[in-house]
């Protein structure tokens, strides 16, 4: 039943104030767009061929971007699928058990049909009290949307979403166009804001629609770029957000490359198999969302289903159930057999040996 009284306007409330960020942005976005277009290349730029090539790139560029930050907000974070829900039996023993140690031993017994791998920094099996489910390998509780969100990143104010698994390539687009966006407008910008203090500029609005344009889109590529390069990092070295503060912890212990499978699997993993796919904003990452290539499975003497075994294997072990008997859609596990198409830079052809290089 949905929450009533003063809680739920509480909560009403919330949600239109959490658009006010993309409202701020919008804002700003729809006056460039009029800035640019209107004020600098139709009323101030005097050469066609100029006004024609700066529109037509300005044009792709912008369509670029709003079609990213679009995707990053309109698509519904994923949350984990039933098989991590606990059933109904499950959460009547679990209710019947106060003792921690008891109501491991029974997450434990459960998490073994799972293709779960990390755990909390104690060493539990990582369970969300709140969501009533065993949280997938780098699923994590958000508090703004109150739900389990699959390779939680980060909750971004800016889109008013949260950043994971079915929306971060379209973040990282939305970051690389917006700052394509910026410094497409400095630059192109750069000579008639020069003008402005030569007094090169017809007494016209247009010379401070222009002058306003540099800065904002100059002071937008600092922070832009930066964000940028430290998601690019991120990327590379396949870490969340989330997981650069604190390193996911495995049953020997936390291990901050625990995820990263080399250089060019790890960018795959985001943006996809096909290189034509990774500048446009639709869905192309790898996986499901819910189980990830680990190079460390191979080192989890507990865990029977490693997905780079052979499958007859994986299938004896998990005795006719159907999850457990494919941990990793096929896509995952090509992620862990060697790609011959691809060259890694480090070396990563063999997932175990990259854990001994990096360690
Ligand atoms: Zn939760
Ligand atoms: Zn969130």
């Not at 293709?115 to 780098?138: H, M, V, W």
């Not at 495995?250 to 291990?255: K, L």
């Not at 859609?329 to 990096?358: H, K």
């Amino acid at each position: 039943m949905a929450p009533s009284g003063p809680r739920s306007i509480k909560r009403g409330c919330q949600r239109v104030l959490y658009w006010i960020p993309v409202l701020f942005i919008a804002l700003i976005v729809a006056w460039s767009y009029y800035a640019y277009v209107l004020q600098l290349c139709i009323e101030s730029i005097e050469d066609t061929g100029e006004k024609v090539v700066y529109l037509l790139a300005y044009h792709v560029i912008f369509v670029m971007f709003v079609w990213a930050y679009w995707k990053t907000i309109f698509t519904p974070p994923m949350n984990p699928l039933k098989e991590f829900q606990l059933s109904h039996s499950d959460k009547e023993l679990l209710e019947r058990e106060d003792r921690g140690e008891s109501q491991q031993e029974i997450l434990r017994r459960i998490a073994t049909d799972l293709p779960i791998y990390t755990r909390t920094n104690s060493g539990a099996i990582r369970f969300c009290e709140r969501c009533q489910l065993l949280k997938p390998d780098r699923c994590h509780h958000c508090s703004v949307c109150d739900k389990c969100i699959l390779k939680m990143d980060h909750h971004c104010p800016w889109v008013n979403n949260c950043v994971g698994f079915s929306n971060y390539k379209f973040f990282m687009l939305f970051l690389a166009y917006s700052l394509l966006y910026c410094l497409f407008i400095t630059a192109t910008d750069l000579q008639y804001f020069i003008k402005f203090w030569t007094r090169g500029l017809p007494d016209t609005q247009a010379k401070f629609h222009i002058l306003f344009l540099f800065f904002s889109a100059s002071m937008f590529s600092v922070s832009l770029a930066s964000l940028f390069i430290y998601h690019c990092w991120l990327v590379c070295k396949n870490r969340s957000t989330l997981e650069a503060v604190r390193a996911p912890a495995f049953r020997h212990g936390t291990d901050k490359n625990g995820f990263s499978l080399g250089f060019s699997k790890n960018l795959r993993q985001v943006f996809g198999d096909e290189v034509k796919y990774w500048p446009v904003p639709v869905f192309s990452s790898l996986g499901d969302g819910c189980s990830f290539p680990t190079c460390l499975v191979n080192l989890d003497p507990e865990q029977p289903s490693s997905p780079s075994s052979s499958s007859s294997a994986s299938k004896s072990a998990a005795e006719g159930r159907q999850f457990p008997s494919k941990p990793l859609r096929e896509s995952q596990s090509r992620l862990l057999s060697s790609a011959p198409s691809w060259s890694d830079s480090e070396g990563a052809s063999n997932p175990v040996m990259t854990i001994e290089n990096e360690a």
